[in-house]
């Protein structure tokens, strides 16, 4: 620890007495300063031990003093020390006085014993202390890396835990727990949440302390560190403890932080090197060759390729980080194996097994977004504001193309209606006919139908009204001319003029269904 008064009243060699403020000698000295000036406060900067023979001081005059004192103990000076036997045979009763007014510690000096003995005696004291802490930073370094090597990151925040005498977690990308120390820390650390994901917004490295005694809420210190070496932090750092790190508490702080960093870049380039294999395991999938893709990606991952997944595609106008996080950690959550390719910064393709946790935080992170959309409050530049995603049904590595391209039809359906997220088996539960309201298909409807409308308003017939009765009774003559009210050899003469007119054949069916669309098109208008 670093001196203190009391430790230097008890140094044998300088024979201090103490004259006043007996009970406040346990402040710490962070330095020995001599001054004769009538005012030295503009040169202190709190924690000295201040040494004077008050040349230039008027020792004996009460109002100067308490004036003087008062000033010094303002200015965070945590002692004074008077040397006796040069201006002043004794320390003047109206310095104790002021001294033991203000509560300032008042240290007699005698004349044998010289100010840069007390000097030395400080700065030797502060550079053991000094030592003592560096010794004891790397001793806890390399207990914490030997616990990081042997146990990973559990071990290596239950030694920190051990080393500052309070508590650590370790955070991932998505702000929720990974391991704590002591295990009955889970539960502080998971309160934080809220503050981690703050600090993830930040540019790494960032800090940030919460609690301590300025925060009623809490009642420890909790410092928050982020770890990673890229721009968005990749996991976080919680120690909380009863009170401000010392210096060798915080060498064994950013020791763990160094160590989680590699740890985490270590873990950040292996999943660089599982994403190169799992492109080609998609490529091969894709392919159909399942056999390859099983022996490529051997254990890598677990049955997957074995049982029913689903294929899901994502594409946005920014980087799709923030939803390959939240798949991959509920899987890993989960213990399921999921296998995300990037494709490029604006695509993202994922084999996540059906029914499982992946699949779950997909469909939760969408709603999310749409949600955002909904209220406006999607952050500009954010995943949310074009983000789109195409979910296939449940299929098998054999069908892996056919999924793939379900996935990319459903996209593009999610794409046309302006939502986040579309699964393919809801294409199929529904209704073709919200699809004919794409602009696109209004154009082709018009254009297919122009000549018709064109000559019925020249009054000459009414073929369109025809046509759709037509088409409703599939072609039966006496039922649409029912309906129509007219002959049905009127409405045989109306069916020829169509054909004339369009130049197509109402015998082929494929005329028959475009017609029908291009109708139902023009009518949802």
Not at 84 to 97: F, H, I, R, T
Not at 181 to 199: D, F, K, M, N
Request: glycine content about 10%.
């Amino acid at each position: 620890m670093p001196p203190t008064l009391s430790s230097l009243v008890h140094h044998s060699a300088l024979k201090l007495t103490v004259r006043a403020g007996e009970d406040r000698l346990d402040v710490p000295v962070r330095w020995a300063h001599v001054s004769e000036l009538a005012d030295p406060v503009p040169y202190m900067e709190g924690g000295e031990l201040l040494l004077t023979t008050a040349l230039k001081l008027d020792a004996e005059d009460p109002e100067a003093m308490r004036r003087y004192v008062k000033r010094l103990a303002g200015a965070g000076v945590v002692g004074l020390g008077f040397g006796v036997g040069v201006n002043y045979e004794d320390v003047p009763k109206a310095l104790v006085d002021a001294a033991e007014q203000e509560s300032l510690p008042l240290l007699e000096v005698p004349r044998r014993t010289p100010f840069l003995a007390i000097s030395k005696a400080v700065s030797a004291a502060i550079a053991a202390d000094q030592y003592r802490a560096v010794t004891a930073g790397f001793a806890a370094q390399r207990e914490l890396t030997k616990q990081a090597l042997t146990d990973g990151p559990e071990g290596l925040l239950a030694a920190l835990a051990a080393q500052v005498d309070g508590w650590a977690a370790l955070y991932d990308a998505s702000g929720a727990v990974v391991a704590a120390a002591p295990e009955w820390a889970g539960r502080r650390a998971a309160r934080l949440t809220a503050e981690v994901e703050r600090l993830r917004d930040r540019a790494a490295p960032a800090s940030a302390v919460v609690g301590g005694p300025e925060h009623s809420d809490h009642d420890d210190r909790v410092e928050l560190h982020s770890l990673g070496t890229g721009r968005r932090p990749r996991a976080a750092l919680a120690v909380g403890t009863a009170a401000a790190l010392g210096t060798a508490e915080r060498y064994a702080v950013h020791s763990a932080v160094a160590l989680l960093t590699l740890t985490t870049e270590r873990s950040r380039s292996l999943h660089a090197a599982e994403q190169r294999v799992g492109a080609a395991v998609l490529r091969m999938l894709l392919a159909g060759e399942p056999d390859h893709a099983r022996a490529v990606a051997g254990d890598l991952y677990g049955g997957l390729l074995d049982a029913p997944f689903r294929v899901i595609v994502a594409e946005s106008a920014d980087p799709l980080g923030g939803l390959a996080e939240t798949v991959e950690t509920a899987a890993a959550r989960a213990g399921e194996a999921v296998l995300v390719v990037p494709e490029g910064g604006e695509r993202l393709v994922a084999v996540a097994a059906d029914g499982g946790a992946a699949v779950g935080a997909c469909g939760q992170y969408a709603a999310a977004m749409e949600n955002a959309r909904a209220s406006g409050s999607a952050r500009e530049g954010g995943d949310e504001d074009e983000l789109v995603v195409g979910l296939s049904a449940p299929s098998g590595p054999i069908a892996a193309a056919a999924a793939y391209k379900q996935a990319e039809q459903a996209l593009s359906v999610a794409r046309r209606r302006g939502r986040v997220l579309v699964e393919h088996e809801q294409l199929a539960a529904g209704s073709v006919l919200p699809l004919l309201a794409d602009d696109a298909v209004k154009a082709f409807a018009d254009g297919l139908l122009r000549a018709l409308h064109e000559h019925d308003a020249t009054g000459r017939g009414d073929l369109v009204a025809s046509l759709r009765a037509w088409l409703s009774r599939h072609g039966q003559w006496d039922a649409a001319a029912a309906d129509l009210g007219v002959h049905r050899h009127t409405l045989r003469y109306r069916m020829r003029r169509v054909e004339e007119i369009l130049g197509r054949s109402l015998d082929d069916p494929d005329v028959r269904m475009e017609l029908w669309l291009a109708l139902k098109a023009t009518s949802a208008e």
